[in-house]
Structure formats: C-alpha cells, structure tokens
C-alpha cells in the first residue's frame, strides 16, 4: 500500500501554541495532509490523529502541553474509525527540544518531529500506522523552508509569509536559537514570487515573518536588507502589508522611514523592549539600551505620527530590583503603547539565565507584574480614544463568537474593531472585506463603531 492509500480519509486535529511561526506551520501541515487523503476536522473527539505544534519559550506551555496529552486518552475515536488508537504527534520547539523524551514521559504520543522536518509528518505518521510503535525524527539542521510546502490557510484572505527562520540574537531568556537553530534567510525574489501569489489568490493581508525580520539577508548578502524587501512586497499591491517580529538592535533608518512611505505598511508595530533598565538588557544580551530603544521610538513616530506600538515586557529577571522594576514601568509610561505583552520570568533549561542566582521573593515579583498590567491597561485606553470620531477602514473576519449580530475586525494599528452588523445582511457578505467603521466607543482592548457607506 502507498502513503496515500494508508493516510486516505484519515482525520486529523491541530493544536497550536506559540508565535505566528507556528500558526503558519500548522497551516503548512494542514496542506501537506490534505494532499495525502486525510481530512481536516474541527473538533478533538473527530478525529483520529492529533498533531500538538508547541512551544517551549514558557513554563507554562510545557505544562499545558503534558496535560491535555494525558488528557485525550479518556476521549473515544469518533463513530466508524478503524484504528485501535487515537495517533498523537508532537511537533514545534518542544518536539525539537525534548525528542524521544517525549514518548517516554507520555506513554500515548506515537509521533514526534522537529521544527526542521515538518515535511516529514505524513512518512512518521503511515510509519505507525502501518508497524506500530513510535516514529521520532529530529533533524538539527534544513536547507528547506516550510513556506515550500502546500498550504491550507486559516483565512483566505489573509497570509503568513516567512522569510526568514532561526535566530542568531542568544538572548539569555531565550530557548528560541536552540530549537529554530541558526538565522537562514530566503531569496529577496522567492519571497516576491510567494507574495504576487498570495495576491493573485485575493489575499488582502500578508504579514511577513520572522524571529528576527530586521536581521533579514545578513547572511545571504552580507548585510540586511529588510527594507529592501519591505518594498519589494508593497510593490505587489497587496492591500496590507504586516511584519513580525523587529529586535531593536536592528532596526534601520531606512525600515523607520518605510512608514512614511509605503501606504500599504499598516502604522503598527510591534518592538520588543523586555526591559527598561540598562542593566538587566546588559544581562539580557539585548545589546541595546534604553536610550536606544527611545531613540527609535521618536524616530517612528517622526516618520508616522499616528503609528500604534506594542512591546514584549519580562518581570523578575534574575537579578531584577525595584530600581530596575521602576526604570522599565517609567519607560513603558513613556512610551504610551496600544499593547503590552506582559510576562513573569520563565526559568528555560539551557539557556544561560537558567543558571542566574535570584533571591526575589515570588510575592515581591507578582506585586511589581500587577502594577504593570493595570499601567498598561491604563495606556492602552488612552491609546485607543485617539480613535473616537475617526473613519477608519477595518478588514473584518467575520462574526462575533459571543454575539453573531457584531461583526469583527482590525483597524489599520492592529487594533479589534465590533460594529453592528446591518439588518438584513449576512456576516459572510463581509468576511475579508476591508469597510469604513466611524468610532464611537473605545475600550482598553477594542474599537465599537458603526459602517460608514462609501
């Protein structure tokens, strides 16, 4: 029997954890399946393999992802499977860190993959269906990119656009270079051909993607060129143009202005700053400091006035004290994000804060995390009312989860926008259509307004 004939009519379920790098591989499996017979379903209890992509740059993700294994054991096939088990895969970062470690650990995962061999899954998975036992497979390094496989997108009007993976930065919290291994850039003109393909299709949004954009094509032409490809892209037409993510360290004058001057690169982005003290970004290996990251800030916003910006914030780094908590609060209330990622220091075995002595009491850590988020709510209420009485044009989703009769989308900064949706008319009729949305109520995470006719 082939693959095909093994895998044919086969269900199948993804969880996915983590950054957009892992939303766009599951997209990528969910294509590299479907072209093998098996069939995407929308619930657990349907399906008859389970792929979990995970991440590993938190605790909290081990966690979860050893619970809800353990927890599909208690849950049935769905009526008329012939296997005698559900099939259980593990891919993403902890199936990169962790291996064969995980078959033991979890007496139920049939399957593991790394990050660098996504293509591999359908060989690993007719491997068990067909002999049994567990298939693990962990390649170090790739010459390949997941962008070559199929894809089965999420949203069809909307597209992940990888162009690089991998990450050369080491911050010392940081698991990442570990199990994406070293930056690897793809041709300026493969990623151009993906995006005219994209548009070509309808696709309205690409957002480009990256654990380092701003690094993009040091190592294929020597120095980045980031901005390069910034217009490149634009250049397709595509309505909106989105990336992600930029470290400070490398972001250039010439990536500052493209705001300015590309129409289509949406005024939001986001800039993760982990730190306001100069001290613990020194210990952090950020190799920038506040002064800089300010410096930055104004430069955006001289370029694009009404840009939204949004960070990443680590509290109770080893070694943190109330100095260094104060200089990170000052500086997030200077800056006035639309949105703060905000997180306790997760302890990542091998990585080299891992080893860092810290004796901050955990109650001290959590009081100082608590006056952060209520700071940053406060700010990003008052990032949002610059909104009220503003048109602006939101590219909307579809409908509401909790309330069919709202409709959902984003605003140009990247910010949830509701408005009613129109007596008579259905919510598909504006699913990945971009409309003027009048703003008449702004909460700290969402815009409220009503359609403007054109």
Same mark, same amino acid.
């Given at each position: 029997?082939?693959m095909n004939?093994?895998?044919?009519?086969?269900?199948f379920?993804t969880?996915t954890?983590?950054c957009q790098?892992?939303?766009?591989?599951?997209e990528?499996?969910?294509?590299?399946?479907?072209?093998?017979g098996?069939v995407?379903?929308s619930?657990?209890e349907?399906?008859?393999?389970?792929?979990?992509?995970t @991440?590993?740059?938190r605790e909290r993700?081990d966690?979860?992802?050893?619970?809800q294994v353990?927890t599909?054991?208690?849950?049935?096939?769905?009526?008329g499977?012939?296997?005698?088990?559900r099939?259980v895969c593990?891919?993403? @970062?902890?199936?990169q860190r #962790?291996?064969i470690?995980l078959t033991?650990?979890l007496d139920n995962?049939?399957?593991?993959f790394?990050?660098?061999n996504?293509?591999?899954?359908?060989?690993?998975?007719?491997?068990?269906?067909?002999?049994?036992?567990h298939?693990?497979?962990i390649?170090?390094d790739?010459?390949?990119?997941?962008t070559?496989?199929?894809? #089965?997108?999420?949203k069809?009007w909307s597209?992940?656009l990888?162009?690089t993976?991998?990450c050369?930065n080491?911050c010392?919290f940081c698991?990442?270079?570990?199990?994406?291994g070293r930056?690897r850039?793809?041709?300026?003109? #493969?990623?151009?051909?993906?995006a005219?393909a994209?548009?070509?299709?309808?696709?309205k949004?690409?957002?480009?993607?990256g654990?380092?954009?701003?690094?993009?094509?040091?190592d294929?032409y020597?120095?980045?060129r980031f901005?390069d490809?910034?217009?490149?892209?634009?250049a397709?037409?595509?309505?909106?143009?989105r990336?992600?993510?930029?470290h400070?360290?490398?972001?250039?004058?010439e990536?500052i202005?493209?705001?300015?001057?590309l129409d289509?690169l949406m005024?939001a982005l986001?800039?993760?700053?982990?730190?306001?003290?100069?001290r613990?970004?020194?210990?952090?290996?950020?190799t920038?400091?506040?002064?800089?990251?300010?410096g930055l800030v104004?430069?955006l916003?001289?370029?694009?006035?009404?840009?939204?910006?949004?960070t990443d914030?680590?509290?109770?780094?080893?070694g943190?004290?109330?100095e260094?908590?104060?200089?990170t609060y000052?500086?997030?209330?200077?800056?006035g994000?639309s949105q703060?990622f905000t997180f306790?220091?997760?302890?990542r075995?091998g990585?080299?804060?891992?080893?860092?002595f810290?004796?901050?009491?955990r109650d001290v850590i959590?009081?100082?995390f608590?006056r952060?988020?209520?700071l940053?709510?406060?700010k990003a209420?008052?990032?949002?009312?610059?909104f009220l009485?503003?048109?602006l044009?939101v590219?909307f989703?579809?409908p509401?989860?909790r309330?069919p009769?709202?409709?959902?989308?984003?605003s140009p900064?990247n910010?949830t926008?509701?408005?009613?949706?129109? &007596?008579?008319?259905?919510?598909? &009729?504006f699913?990945?259509r971009? @409309?003027?949305v009048?703003?008449?109520?702004?909460?700290t995470?969402y815009?409220?307004?009503?359609?403007?006719?054109?």
């Amino acid at each position: 029997m082939t693959m095909n004939d093994i895998l044919t009519n086969k269900t199948f379920y993804t969880f996915t954890y983590g950054c957009q790098m892992n939303e766009h591989d599951s997209e990528r499996i969910a294509g590299l399946l479907e072209s093998c017979g098996c069939v995407p379903v929308s619930t657990l209890e349907e399906s008859e393999i389970v792929i979990f992509m995970t @991440c590993c740059v938190r605790e909290r993700a081990d966690i979860r992802l050893m619970g809800q294994v353990s927890t599909i054991k208690g849950v049935p096939l769905p009526e008329g499977s012939a296997l005698d088990k559900r099939i259980v895969c593990i891919g993403g @970062c902890i199936g990169q860190r #962790d291996g064969i470690a995980l078959t033991e650990t979890l007496d139920n995962v049939d399957v593991v993959f790394g990050t660098q061999n996504i293509e591999r899954l359908p060989y690993l998975i007719t491997g068990v269906l067909s002999q049994g036992g567990h298939f693990v497979e962990i390649e170090q390094d790739s010459d390949s990119f997941s962008t070559d496989l199929p894809s #089965d997108r999420e949203k069809p009007w909307s597209a992940w656009l990888p162009i690089t993976v991998g990450c050369d930065n080491f911050c010392t919290f940081c698991i990442v270079p570990y199990v994406r291994g070293r930056e690897r850039s793809r041709a300026i003109e #493969d990623v151009v051909m993906n995006a005219e393909a994209y548009v070509a299709e309808g696709v309205k949004e690409i957002t480009l993607l990256g654990q380092n954009v701003n690094s993009y094509g040091r190592d294929l032409y020597g120095s980045p060129r980031f901005a390069d490809v910034l217009k490149a892209v634009a250049a397709t037409g595509v309505e909106r143009l989105r990336f992600a993510t930029s470290h400070p360290k490398d972001l250039t004058d010439e990536v500052i202005a493209a705001f300015g001057e590309l129409d289509n690169l949406m005024p939001a982005l986001h800039l993760p700053v982990q730190s306001g003290s100069d001290r613990i970004l020194e210990d952090m290996n950020r190799t920038y400091d506040s002064a800089h990251y300010l410096g930055l800030v104004r430069k955006l916003r001289a370029s694009c006035p009404d840009i939204a910006l949004s960070t990443d914030v680590i509290v109770g780094f080893p070694g943190e004290t109330e100095e260094d908590f104060q200089a990170t609060y000052d500086l997030i209330e200077s800056v006035g994000y639309s949105q703060v990622f905000t997180f306790i220091y997760s302890r990542r075995e091998g990585t080299p804060a891992a080893d860092m002595f810290d004796d901050t009491p955990r109650d001290v850590i959590q009081r100082r995390f608590d006056r952060l988020v209520e700071l940053v709510q406060r700010k990003a209420l008052e990032q949002n009312r610059r909104f009220l009485g503003r048109d602006l044009d939101v590219l909307f989703e579809g409908p509401s989860r909790r309330d069919p009769s709202m409709l959902v989308g984003h605003s140009p900064h990247n910010v949830t926008v509701h408005a009613p949706l129109p &007596a008579g008319m259905d919510a598909s &009729a504006f699913v990945g259509r971009t @409309c003027l949305v009048h703003i008449d109520e702004a909460k700290t995470w969402y815009l409220s307004g009503t359609l403007v006719e054109r």
